[in-house]
């Protein structure tokens, strides 16, 4: 075991860890509502990834569409993270022995701060870029390794969540 619950957390959610697991509705709305946002948020932060690594280094025009399209998605991917994270802690705290002692569960959570920690640095790499009189492809290229860790880790954590639902 990683994690051993501590009482006064296994106490605290006991209600909802009684009303989850007695319930066929509610393990459907929370699983819906966690895996919906990663698609919608997911998806769309994979495809901007992509569109990044497309952009071609000498196209100002298309930098610059580009650099609008992904600021008007922040909100989307966000979005889709913070839901995926309220759910993720309510199937957490249906089931804390088996969630807080999996090696897979604590690899997922970790894998999500980075990919968190990589979005922070991507939006500032994005803030510099429209502000950028110079260094533009130096801005360019970091944002482009940014964009496949982003991908990369958008898929990691997904087969780590699969690993979490068939070990923990």
């Known amino acids: ?30 699983t819906f509502l966690h895996i919906a946002p990663i698609i919608v948020g997911g998806g769309l ?10 952009v071609r280094a ?9 650099l609008r399209e992904l600021g008007g998605a922040h909100s989307w991917v966000v979005g ?12 957490t705290a249906a089931d804390l022995d ?13 894998m999500l701060a980075v990919l968190l920690g990589n979005g922070f640095v991507m ?3 994005e803030t510099r870029l429209r502000a950028a009189q110079k260094d533009a492809d130096v801005i360019w290229r970091r944002l482009r390794h940014a964009a496949y860790a982003s991908l990369t880790l958008w898929l990691a954590i997904t087969f780590v969540g699969v690993v979490l639902t068939n070990v923990a």
């Open 80 to 91: 889709g993270l913070l839901l995926s994270v309220v759910t993720g802690l309510l199937l």
């Open 123 to 125: 939006t500032r790499l």
């Open 58 to 66: 000498g196209d100002t025009d298309g930098r610059a569409r580009h």
């Open 1 to 30: 075991m990683i994690f051993s619950t501590p009482e006064s957390l296994a106490h605290l959610v006991a209600p909802w860890a009684h009303f989850y697991s007695h319930s066929k509705s509610a393990p459907t709305i929370v």
């Open 98 to 110: 088996t969630f807080l002692g999996s090696w897979a569960f604590w690899l997922k959570m970790g």
């Open 45 to 54: 932060g994979i495809a901007l990834d992509r569109s990044t690594l497309r």
